[in-house]
């Protein structure tokens, strides 16, 4: 058994806290809403259930992302929650460019996107945000959901893989 790495988290070990909160696996998610130029999107491991009654959900953007302002100011957004076969779309809304083109994609009827074939959804307004340090916390009250069976994506230790049941 290796030893415990200890640190006090601040600037000098930030590496550490990384590395620290790597150990928790996290399913992956893309995130989506209609900003002021059309439909954004985003991929998140910072995505929590709150409650059951009300239903509530959490994700946290980062400030310094290039699209946290579209976010930021939404008041409807859904989460897609991504399969384990499902990676090629997690690239995808990691890159800059035009996330939508080519994919099976509707519209809520309040005009947030949604992308096909994921794992589960949330379609969420938004119930409140909590400036948090260098990200801001989203809570979404959820307006309709859905889900199909399968294996989902997980996120664990800056690597990407899948979910094994144990016997």
């Given at each position: 058994?290796t030893?415990?790495?200890e640190?006090?988290p601040?600037?000098?070990?930030?590496?550490?806290l990384?590395?620290?909160?790597?150990?928790?696996?996290?399913?992956?998610?893309?995130v989506t809403?209609?900003?002021?130029?059309?439909?954004?999107?985003?991929?998140?491991?910072?995505f929590?259930?709150?409650?059951?009654?009300?239903?509530?959900v959490l994700?946290?953007?980062?400030?310094?992302?290039?699209?946290?302002?579209?976010?930021?100011?939404?008041r409807?957004?859904?989460?897609?929650?991504?399969?384990?076969?499902?990676m090629?779309?997690?690239?995808?809304?990691?890159?800059?460019?035009?996330h939508?083109?080519?994919?099976?994609?509707?519209?809520?009827?309040?005009?947030?996107?949604?992308?096909?074939?994921?794992?589960?959804?949330?379609?969420?307004?938004?119930?409140?945000?909590?400036?948090?340090?260098?990200?801001?916390?989203?809570?979404?009250?959820?307006?309709?959901?859905?889900y199909?069976?399968?294996?989902?994506?997980?996120?664990?230790?800056?690597?990407?893989g899948g979910?094994?049941t144990?016997?």
């Amino acid at each position: 058994m290796t030893a415990d790495t200890e640190f006090t988290p601040g600037p000098d070990h930030a590496r550490s806290l990384r590395d620290a909160l790597g150990r928790f696996a996290t399913g992956v998610t893309v995130v989506t809403t209609h900003g002021p130029h059309g439909p954004v999107g985003l991929t998140a491991n910072s995505f929590a259930a709150v409650s059951l009654d009300p239903a509530l959900v959490l994700w946290s953007p980062a400030k310094t992302s290039r699209r946290f302002g579209a976010f930021a100011h939404a008041r409807f957004f859904a989460v897609h929650v991504l399969a384990e076969d499902q990676m090629d779309l997690c690239r995808h809304f990691t890159q800059a460019d035009n996330h939508f083109a080519g994919l099976d994609m509707t519209t809520s009827p309040e005009g947030t996107p949604l992308i096909g074939g994921t794992l589960a959804r949330f379609e969420c307004a938004t119930e409140a945000t909590h400036d948090a340090g260098d990200h801001l916390i989203i809570i979404g009250r959820v307006l309709r959901a859905c889900y199909r069976d399968g294996a989902p994506l997980i996120f664990s230790r800056g690597r990407y893989g899948g979910f094994q049941t144990l016997p």
